[in-house]
């Protein structure tokens, strides 16, 4: 079956990399910037993953959509299709759906894209897409999740990877796996200290693979609410992206009709440009696109074959028009200029920037820079002296390279990195507070404990207060022994000076 029947039946370890992302992820507290300006994964908004309706119809299990594109390095064509194959139990994913997955896609934002299994409350989910916190969206949300792990998507072709930068064939579930806490409410919500439990939802590595990658871009959630039915929403993310290199765009009335939106390949070009235009005056509205007379937005190529025009308004292009990693946004995040951000991510290593980043994050939370007069300066500086230590490394030991023995090039440390060597001093450090914790009484270690929390960072205990509610005993237990950790090195260390 395809898209044509369809149609006819009815109209969370918290990284080091983003560590203040996080603790802006509470129940009902999603962040405004997350909340007005989101982020879509961009193959995900190609091609529709799910029907305009609002029910599946019975008997229905796949749906295929499908066009041609022009090779950039060449003039052949090629093909690239989508087929969706729902499960027998619960079927085609409806235009509810799909905003689920664009919901999560947004908690998965918030939270850094560090992990892809997400934990989330159902109040978080809502605020996101602007539903009622009611039955109603709890058991569309039940059935939305269960549908998903049962969805299968095959990219023919038509999947991109944005580190090799090709077309590929993949085929997968965008959910893995979904944990949906099966005590009633309420006494879920008592359990809890007044708070509800945590759902999961774990992401396919291929598409977790494809957020890291940076093969996302902006997506604008305010106009995003304001628009009333899923065509509408459909074209408002396909378009978006097309108007990256251009604020005008025109199709074939039945492609992006049909391949584009979802609409029933049954329908003829009249009843196509009916439909479309519903659609096309919301985004007029709503001010995303300029409004054009009818005789205008559609054109007769010839007998039987029409094209429909798109001219974006520039307020909205222009400002979604920038795609990042996440990598990147950390950095703009604590006030590195984007270009200047851009030009670090392609210079070195990240995981050499992520150490800097983390260096950064615990020199000011120390206090110690709070005298700095540029902030964002030094970390940049850092990075790049970093990084050219690196390549300095790489040469000389590539120019020594004689046997095992050679000796490694020395150099000054630079505003962050301690002279000895990370590895060791970390092993180190670690053997200290082993052996001062084993020492302790019961009494006395749960004396220290207690201190510790008290005197923890602000980070760290609201993650660890983010792990205690969900319920998450792994992370639980890893901000506990950091907490624990760190409280214990700064005794040690006043107590040596």
């Known amino acids: 079956m395809n898209n044509r029947d369809a149609s006819k ?21 999603i962040s405004d910037p997350v909340m007005k300006m989101g982020r879509d994964e961009m193959n995900l908004a190609d ?109 023919e072709n038509a999947w991109r990877d944005n580190r090799l930068k090709t077309w590929m064939d993949e085929h997968f579930h965008l959910l893995d796996n979904v944990v949906i806490p099966r005590r009633h409410r309420r006494q879920a919500t008592k359990a809890c200290n007044g708070r509800c439990l945590a759902w999961t939802a774990t992401w396919n590595e291929t598409v977790f693979k494809s957020f890291q990658d940076g093969y996302i871009r902006k997506l604008d959630m305010g106009v995003l609410r304001r628009l009333r039915t899923s065509a509408a929403r459909r074209m408002f993310r396909f378009l978006d992206k097309r108007f990256y290199n251009t604020k005008r765009l025109s199709f074939d009335v039945r492609t992006f009709a049909c391949e584009r939106v979802g609409f029933s390949r049954n329908y ?44 974006g308004n520039a307020k909205h292009t222009n400002v979604n028009q920038s795609v990042s990693t996440p990598l990147e946004f950390v950095l703009t995040e604590r006030g590195v200029k984007r270009p200047e951000a851009a030009k670090l991510m392609r210079e070195g290593s990240h995981e050499t920037i992520r150490r800097c980043v983390r260096e950064y994050d615990e020199l000011l939370k120390s206090g110690r820079g709070a005298n700095l007069g540029n902030p964002p300066g030094l970390l940049v500086k850092n990075i790049r002296e970093r990084l050219a230590a690196n390549k300095a490394g790489r040469r000389e030991k590539d120019s020594t390279r004689t046997g095992r023995d050679c000796t490694r090039s020395r150099r000054t440390p630079t505003a962050f990195e301690p ?64 907490i624990i950790e760190s409280h214990v090195l700064r005794l040690l260390v006043g107590g040596a000076g």
């Open 419 to 482: 002279a000895e060597s990370e590895a060791a001093e970390s092993h180190t450090q670690l053997e200290a507070i082993r052996g001062h914790l084993a020492k302790l009484s019961l009494e006395e270690r749960e004396s220290l404990e207690a201190d510790a929390m008290k005197a923890a960072d602000p980070v760290r205990q609201a993650g660890y207060r983010r792990a205690e509610s969900a319920g998450n005993s792994r992370l639980l237990a890893e901000y506990r022994n950091a």
């Open 47 to 155: 091609f529709p993953l799910a029907m305009l309706a609002t029910r599946p119809p019975k008997g229905v299990k796949s749906l295929v959509f499908e066009d041609e594109v022009v090779e950039k390095h060449g003039r052949s064509r090629v093909k690239r299709r989508l087929t969706v194959l729902a499960c027998s139990e619960y079927g085609l994913p409806t235009a509810s759906d799909d905003e689920v997955i664009l919901g999560l896609i947004q908690l998965t934002y918030a939270a850094g894209f560090t992990d892809r299994k997400l934990s989330f409350t159902p109040a978080e989910l809502f605020r996101v897409l602007g539903w009622r916190s009611e039955g109603r969206s709890y058991s569309r949300l039940e059935d939305s999740l269960r549908r998903w792990v049962g969805v299968t998507l095959y990219y």
């Open 268 to 311: 003829d070009n009249s009843q196509l440009k009916r439909k479309l235009l519903e659609g096309i005056r919301e985004l007029e509205r709503v001010g995303f696109l300029k409004s054009l007379p009818k005789e205008k937005r559609y054109r007769q190529v010839r007998r039987g074959r029409w094209e429909v025009l798109f001219i």
């Open 9 to 29: 039946n009815g109209s969370d370890v918290l990284s080091s990399d983003a560590p203040d992302l996080s603790n802006r992820r509470t129940a009902l507290s």
